[in-house]
């Protein structure tokens, strides 16, 4: 499966974005999907995941209540709606596909999309 990530871009703290992940290739609907960031000089980290049918999700601590995912398997598509942005939001962010279903889990994510990069600006 190949994903495309797209919707980054500079935004004031206190706003919004919506990023999305196109796939194609495969069915989509057989791969659990997430999102990923990595800061300047940081370690990539998990954000996100969510379960084959959408029904399932995980959120890491810092984004938990201020970011939604969500995917539309018809559209091969998945969703990261961010609200609330901080700077410390600030980083490339990549969508990544998993075959085991492990939403929840960052090691089972073996497909990867580009980045796109967010900017929170103060």
């Known amino acids: 499966v190949q994903l495309q990530a797209f919707g980054g871009g500079l935004v004031q703290a206190g706003g919004s974005l919506r990023l999305s992940c196109a796939a194609s290739g495969r069915p989509f609907s057989r791969y659990a999907a997430g999102w990923f960031r990595q800061a300047p000089g940081k370690e990539r980290e998990f954000v996100t995941g969510i379960s084959w049918t959408g029904d399932n999700t995980y959120y890491t601590d810092s984004v938990k209540g201020r970011s939604t995912i969500s995917r539309d398997n018809a559209k091969n598509t998945v969703y990261l709606q961010m609200n609330s942005l901080k700077p410390e939001d600030t980083a490339v962010y990549f969508c990544?596909?998993?075959?085991?279903?492990?939403?929840?889990?960052?090691?089972?994510?073996?497909?990867w999309g580009q980045g796109t990069l967010v900017t929170v600006s103060s």
């Open positions: 990544a596909a998993d075959p085991t279903g492990r939403y929840y889990s960052s090691s089972d994510f073996l497909y």
